[in-house]
């Protein structure tokens, strides 16, 4: 039972570097998300989407683009990161019922 | 703005005590959820809660939804060591469900103390 799989758990990026985060489910779900979460608070949305081809901003899409080429990957890209970005990102895919969480990429940007 | 609003922030209670975490919204929802997250992990959904009066218990835990009011509980009954987390509660956005976008609260830290 895999679930929602994220990878890498931990990345350090320069300033101005870009990377792509990694995110597949195994559940057939259309619906996955990219939330992120700074230290003491809660998720917020950056990015989501209702299935292959489709996908909408959240509450912080900015510095962030997404790609939902098929069910089962949702990458985020982070072009030329900085500093405000330095977080804990989290996949989720969900059933309509419940969202089922990855186990986060905790990010760095110094 | 939408506001998913928690209180308190921070909770140390004795084990063995009963305490209530608090969670006001302040859009139409009808949907609103629980979640539980230990230090360094990821989410552990509690509770779904999908109408107006909605009750779910699970052991210790029992969360309440009152959409009127635009506020959910969460309550805590003889508080073990083990239920030190911090919780979040997240309310669904999307027009009946339909996109399952949910927006979190800042959460609680609850410290149980023996």
């Known amino acids: 039972n895999a679930g929602v799989t994220q990878t890498p758990k931990f990345r350090i990026l320069k300033i101005g570097q870009s990377m792509t985060l990694q995110c597949t489910q195994d559940?057939?779900?259309?619906?996955m998300y990219w939330y992120r979460q700074d230290p003491g608070m809660g998720l917020k949305l950056i990015y989501y989407?209702?299935?292959?081809?489709?996908?909408d901003k959240g509450e912080v899409p900015n510095g962030y683009n997404v790609s939902r080429s098929t069910t089962e990957d949702f990458p985020l890209r982070l072009e030329l990161a900085a500093p405000s970005q330095t977080s804990v990102y989290f996949c989720?895919?969900?059933?309509?019922?419940?969202?089922?969480f990855g186990s986060g990429t905790q990010l760095s940007v110094l | 703005e939408l506001k998913v609003e928690q209180n308190p922030l921070f909770l140390s209670m004795q084990e063995g005590k009963n305490y209530t975490i608090y969670c006001n919204y302040s859009?139409?929802?009808?949907?609103l959820y629980w979640y539980r997250q230990d230090p360094g992990k990821s989410l552990e959904s509690l509770f779904v809660?999908?109408?107006?009066?909605a009750v779910k218990q699970e052991g210790r835990l029992m969360a309440s939804l009152d959409t009127k009011a635009r506020l959910s509980t969460l309550h805590i009954t003889a508080a073990v060591h083990d239920l030190s987390a911090t919780y979040f509660c997240?309310?669904?956005?999307?027009?009946?469900?339909?996109?399952?976008?949910?927006?979190f609260g800042t959460g609680t830290l609850l410290a149980v103390q023996p």
């Open positions: 989720a895919s969900s059933d309509l019922e419940k969202l089922f």
């Open positions: 559940m057939n779900h259309n619906y």
């Open positions: 989407s209702v299935g292959a081809g489709i996908t």
């Open positions: 859009t139409t929802s009808d949907r």
């Open positions: 809660l999908l109408s107006n009066g």
């Open positions: 997240a309310v669904d956005i999307s027009r009946g469900g339909a996109t399952n976008k949910l927006i």
